[in-house]
């Protein structure tokens, strides 16, 4: 019977395949969407899911044979599997299109395929908590004691992280802070918009708190003592929630990226907020 494990390295190893096969069609197709080329989306989703399944099984495989191969653990992970199908096949289908496959509710079928887009996202965050419980439950005896606590950290506080970042974005049906000009100037790779505040960027960072804290930890294991590394890694999760959160902070108040250090030294932007309709010098 195939059990999380397998779910969790096939999900990792697929988005993998489907990355390398969506990368060179930037080449091929040239149209653009939101500033952007169409297949930027789909290539952006299978990478970062590739990594979150990649995560999701590097941890399950240090969980004890019991608790890997439960019934509750495949199911949860057979929920992920099932919701990335979709979540994929719809950002792929909105692409080839050269539709927006986020904010589309123009009609009551693209509202309720976004919806659908939508829950799926919450299952596959909701795995990772999943996996992170288990962690706890179950216990992990491979794994050191700051991995331990930087991957119960990372998973199941990075679940909430990654939907207290979503939600603005999905309340406000927009990316963005403010109407972005048209000549927005936009962060390589990412994406990120450096005219205005960009949602986005807070939802990374708390969302990659999956991988962050766990890789701290086994850093942290492997070069301190066990006392020390279990006291450092709760001090360096601390500190990344509070980055999250000031970063959340930040674009709520409508300010840009460039500006985010004169903002938390207490000095005006350099540019004004384009949401209150200003120029931007």
């Known amino acids: 019977m195939i059990d999380a494990l397998a779910i969790w390295w096939l999900l990792a190893t697929s988005m993998a395949v489907l990355a390398a096969l969506l990368i060179p069609l930037p080449f091929l197709d040239r149209r653009r969407l939101d500033g952007g080329n ?3 989306k789909p290539i952006k989703f299978s990478i970062s899911l590739a990594i979150h399944f990649l995560t999701l099984a590097l941890v399950t495989a240090a969980l004890a044979p019991a608790v890997s191969g439960s019934l509750p653990l495949t199911i949860v992970a057979s929920a992920a599997a099932a919701a990335t199908l979709y979540e994929m096949a719809y950002i792929v289908f909105r692409a080839a299109r050269g539709e927006r496959s986020h904010f589309n509710v123009a009609t009551r079928l693209a509202a309720a395929l976004y919806a659908g887009m ?3 996202a919450v299952v596959i965050t909701l795995a990772a ?3 992170g419980l288990a962690v706890v439950v179950g216990g992990a005896p491979a794994l050191g004691p700051a991995t331990w606590m930087g991957t119960v950290i990372g998973l199941v506080g990075g679940t909430v992280l990654t939907f207290l970042t979503a939600f603005p974005i999905g309340a406000a049906l927009s990316r963005h802070v403010g109407k972005p000009p048209a000549d927005e100037m936009r962060m390589p790779l990412t994406g990120w918009s ?3 505040a960009d949602r986005r960027i807070p ?4 969302t990659h708190a999956m991988q ?3 890789l701290a930890g086994l850093v942290l294991d492997l ?3 066990a006392a020390a590394a279990g006291a450092a890694i709760l001090v360096a999760s601390a500190l990344y929630v509070l980055v999250v959160l000031a970063s959340a902070r930040l674009v709520a108040r409508g300010v840009a990226l460039p500006d985010w250090g004169r903002a938390l030294l207490g000095h005006p932007p350099r540019r004004a907020s384009v949401a209150e309709g200003q120029t931007i010098p």
Request: hydrophobic share 70%; proline share 9%; aromatic share 14%.
């Open 203 to 206: 939802h990374f960072l708390g």
């Open 223 to 225: 070069l301190l003592p």
């Open 194 to 196: 450096l005219s205005v």
């Open 38 to 40: 169409v297949w930027a």
């Open 212 to 214: 962050a804290l766990p």
């Open 129 to 131: 908590g999943a996996v």
């Open 118 to 120: 939508a829950f799926g």
